[in-house]
């Protein structure tokens, strides 16, 4: 597994470890990106990869129940995309 993973939010990275779990996730964007993330309930906050899939790119949502098995299969580096729900 990786050792560090990348977090993006409006077009700004930031190097993080890997969470353990869902919640653990938000709360390192959420000091990741202090400006953006203060005072956003978790409700709002989702997670997605960028992956290639039948020759194209397309992102995938990380749900909850699967945010470990998909942590532990990311490379060093790979980006994670940050998202704020309406």
């Known amino acids: 597994p990786a050792d ?3 977090y993006r939010l409006n077009n700004r990275m930031t190097y993080v470890p890997p969470a353990e779990s869902f919640d653990q996730a938000v709360t390192f964007a959420r000091s990741a990106f202090e400006g953006d993330l203060t005072g956003i309930d978790i409700s709002r906050i989702s ?3 960028n992956v290639l899939a039948n020759g194209k ?3 995938v949502s ?3 129940g699967a945010w470990s098995a998909t942590m532990s299969r990311l490379a060093r580096y790979e980006i994670v995309d940050v998202h704020v729900q309406p």
Do not use: A, G, K
């Open 47 to 49: 997670f997605s990869l």
């Open 62 to 64: 990380v749900s909850r």
């Open 4 to 6: 560090v993973i990348t």
């Open 57 to 59: 790119m397309s992102s």
